[in-house]
């Protein structure tokens, strides 16, 4: 005779442990103690991971900086044609520093 399990839909509607371990890096996936880990809604991320998003971060702000300055550098030289590159690289650093930005159209 089969055996009938009249409890399974309520076992199927008991929640399941959460994949992702309160204790688990969502990044780099290590098991790292709660005092090197932040917790956001879901995620977690380590002391680790945020160092290295720190570096990356700073290197593409970094990279953005110098592409942005060489740009503006060159438009300075073509507007102003007493200008040296030189005297025009630090104009564009300036402003760039300042807070000034190209929008978008
Ligand atoms: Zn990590």
């Not at 592409?67 to 200008?83: F, G, P, R, V």
Request: aromatic share 6%; glycine share 4%.
């Amino acid at each position: 005779m089969m055996t009938i399990y009249n409890n399974l839909d309520k076992w199927c509607q008991i929640p399941q442990r959460e994949p992702d371990p309160k204790t688990v890096c969502n990044f780099c996936k290590q098991v790292i103690t709660e005092d090197r880990l932040i917790t956001g809604p879901g995620v977690n991320i380590c002391t680790d991971c945020i160092d290295l998003c720190n570096e990356i971060v700073s290197d593409r702000r970094t990279e953005y900086r110098k592409k942005y300055i060489e740009e503006m550098s060159t438009m300075l030289c073509m507007a102003d044609e007493a200008l040296t590159a030189e005297k025009a690289i630090v104009l564009a650093c300036s402003i760039f520093d300042a807070g000034y930005r190209k929008g978008e159209i």
